[in-house]
């Protein structure tokens, strides 16, 4: 697969999450699917997302850095948004934080069929002090 064609394919994928299109994640993640060494299949994943999305309602996906390098993408992704209550572990209440999420995926037949996610929480404990 080209370099261009997985490039665009993830554009496509957080354009679908950031319309909340979850009918359409099937198209851009593998049924058995494995996030953080989990496999929680195209269902579990959709759950996380629906959950994150009732935690955090105004949330954003926007790339702030791509690699790309076939059949693996690494990304580094920019949120600027309002969790409500608690976020990892954190008090934010509605408190405007900004963070980054660095996320390495494996690609297999034009999908995402593995995920590696990291959060920079410090960012945001740096935030609410």
Do not use: T
């Amino acid at each position: 697969m080209s370099e261009p064609n997985l490039s665009s394919i993830y554009q496509n994928y957080l354009d679908c999450l950031n319309r909340r299109d979850w009918s359409s994640l099937d198209q851009f993640v593998a049924d058995d699917v494995i996030h953080n060494g989990r496999q929680i299949g195209v269902s579990g994943y959709r759950e996380m997302l629906e959950e994150d999305v009732r935690k955090i309602p105004d949330l954003r996906f926007s790339i702030e850095m791509l690699i790309c390098e076939p059949p693996a993408i690494a990304s580094r992704l920019a949120f600027d948004c309002r969790p409500a209550g608690r976020f990892l572990g954190l008090p934010i209440n509605g408190k405007r934080v900004v963070f980054a999420e660095n996320v390495f995926y494996a690609f297999r037949n034009g999908k995402i069929a593995q995920v590696w996610s990291v959060i920079d929480k410090s960012a945001i404990e740096m935030q609410l002090q």
